[in-house]
């Protein structure tokens, strides 16, 4: 029997099924490469920690904006020119304490106000992070490297709805009076997630 | 559907690999998967709900081994085929080789009628709901009891957003739980904090 008849199929490669998916929709006229080169710009450059930083860095120094942040996140973060997307329709911002330290997650998939404190990182996004910081969540921040004192309330926010968190980092005593863009730059990612204090 | 991505207090993970600098993107592929996808949501093509649940649909020995954005990958090109925009076949002949798509959905359902209007203060319990297709109550808050802690606007019912069905947009709530009450004396100490829609809530005592 000839070999011609037995084809084996393998699973194309990932970067050949991005090709073909994005072929198909160019052939159709939806212009996808051009999406592609617009959306990619905005996932690289535009959505950032910075953004989230800054957020942070202005409610430490200005005490309105801090109450109008807590109040309504979402409306807080449009004054600074921050973008959030349409299906986004909240933001909720936690405030920590030193005795207590909020923490999110999405154990569902990997949901995060990607505009505001940046696309997750990939430990975040891992099935290790999302199936043990809802219930391990004081092991979990000690692998992190945080290893919180037993009186340090932890609170877990689960993200399984379109309402986005991110945490308000308590501002290290040593920088009170620095200048907002000086405090920009010690916000960290992980600070904006909750696994770290600044 | 109780699916493998509903990950939340399974055990037998081990550590989690910190990667603090680590950029979102390792390759090309996964910047325009992102942005391929993204494309088709801003396109109307389909919905949040859709694409998430075209992701929980993916074979588990798939979903488990897939990267992050190969199961969004996988959710997009399932979804394409789907609708109808494209067919399998020329992804694959495309592709040059096979192009592993999510299986079939489940039906999905409207609205809970008997669903109440709740407020901070108020004691809730999650209905003990088994769900065939697309739901957002993670499964280890299934039946159990929590606190209102505030509501956020009215979003698109999932379990009916997800499959094409008529719904009412509802409000959702942030529900307090305590990890003792979820895992009893097999969690750390913490309390948890999840989003819930009014249809998956009953008021208690």
């Known amino acids: 029997m000839p070999d011609h008849e037995f084809v084996i199929q393998r699973v194309a490669p990932l970067e050949r099924r991005v090709d073909a998916i994005q072929a198909a929709l160019d052939d159709r006229g939806l212009n996808a490469t051009q999406a592609v080169e617009e959306l990619s710009q905005l996932a690289e450059e535009q959505w950032v920690p910075r953004n989230g930083a800054r957020v942070v860095a202005k409610a430490w120094v200005d005490p309105a904006f801090r109450e109008r942040l807590l109040a309504n996140g979402h409306a807080a973060v449009t004054e600074l020119g921050l973008p959030m997307p349409k299906h986004h329709r909240h933001l909720v911002v936690l405030e920590n304490t030193p005795t207590v330290q909020n923490v999110i997650c999405c154990t569902q998939c990997s949901c995060t106000a990607f505009t505001i404190i940046g696309l997750p990182p990939d430990w975040y996004k891992d099935l290790e992070y999302r199936a043990r910081v809802v219930r391990e969540s004081r092991t979990v921040l000690k692998e992190l490297g945080l290893d919180l004192p037993s009186e340090v309330e932890i609170r877990v926010w689960d993200t399984t709805t379109d309402t986005r968190y991110m945490v308000l980092p308590v501002q290290p005593p040593e920088t009170i009076g620095w200048p907002e863009e000086k405090l920009v730059d010690i916000v960290t990612r992980d600070g904006m997630i909750g696994v770290a204090r600044l | ?205």
């Not at chain 2, 390759?27 to 325009?32: D, G, I, P, Q």
């Not at chain 2, 002949?93 to 999510?102: E, M, S, T």
């Not at chain 2, 997800?162 to 003792?180: I, K, L, N």
Request: aromatic letters at 10%; zero cysteines; a negative charge.
């Open chain 2, 1 to 205: 559907m109780d699916g493998m991505h509903d990950l939340g207090g399974r055990q037998g993970f081990g550590a989690i690999r910190h990667t603090p600098d680590a950029p979102a993107f390792h390759a090309r592929w996964e910047v325009r998967a992102n942005s391929l996808y993204a494309f088709a949501v801003r396109r109307g093509i389909f919905n949040m709900d859709e694409y998430r649940h075209a992701i929980e649909r993916m074979e588990p020995r798939h979903y488990l081994a897939a990267s992050y954005y190969e199961r969004s990958l996988t959710s997009l090109a399932t979804l394409l085929v789907e609708k109808g925009v494209v067919t399998r076949e020329e992804l694959e002949a495309r592709a040059q080789g096979l192009f592993p798509l999510a299986a079939a959905s489940g039906p999905g359902r409207t609205n809970v009628p008997t669903r109440e209007r709740l407020k901070p203060g108020d004691r809730v319990r999650v209905r003990a709901d088994y769900v065939p297709g697309h739901v957002r109550m993670p499964a280890y808050i299934r039946g159990k009891a929590g606190v209102v802690v505030s509501e956020s606007p009215a979003y698109p019912f999932p379990d009916a957003h997800a499959h094409g069905v008529e719904a009412q947009d509802e409000p959702t709530y942030d529900v307090r739980f305590r990890s003792e009450d979820l895992w009893p004396d097999a969690a750390d100490d913490a309390l948890v904090h999840v989003g819930v829609f009014e249809s998956y809530l009953e008021r208690v005592g």
